[in-house]
């Protein structure tokens, strides 16, 4: 069984197997958790994920799709790369937030990663409410962590982000 563990700080500090990005479909770094991956892992990132665009993903990576890259210089062997939804309320699109975590456990899977850093998807610029953030993230990880997949971390920016999703990990 996946053990779900939290931490409030900077995930780009985190010690991980695979370190997941909230990244922007063009997969050429952005604001927020995309820009600090970016800055911090350094170029081998940008590199690897410009012949991701040369090749694959020519129009770039889909929302609630994932893949991976090196970690650069983080202290994690790979960067997973996903597109969260931008949040409105004329559209449910909690399946594709859904899926951005699915879609990453499965390449983390994939890889022969045993722990895996998240960042609270589609929380920040794209205006997810945190607390409903919070549900699907932390019950998607429960229905699909594959067993290979020992922990996964949410790496919460500040005290409101880490409270909220302590509360709903404690709703069981």
Known sequence: MTAITLAQ???????ADAIVNAANSSLLGGGGVDGAIHRRGGPAILAECRRLRA?????GLATGK???T???????????HTVGPVF??????????????????RVAAELGARTVAFPAISTG??????DDGARIAVRTVR?????????????????????????VLAEG
């Open 9 to 15: 700080g900077d995930i780009t500090r985190e010690s």
């Open 55 to 59: 090749s694959h993903y020519g129009k």
């Open 66 to 68: 994932a893949v991976a």
């Open 70 to 80: 090196t970690a650069g210089k983080l202290d994690a062997r790979w960067v997973i």
């Open 88 to 105: 409105t309320h004329a559209e449910d699109r909690s399946k594709l937030l859904a899926s951005c975590y699915r879609e990453s456990l």
């Open 125 to 130: 610029i794209y205006g997810w409410p945190m």
């Open 143 to 167: 229905e699909s962590a594959d067993p290979s997949v020992e922990e996964v971390r949410f790496v919460l920016f500040d005290k409101k982000a880490y409270d909220v999703f302590a509360e």
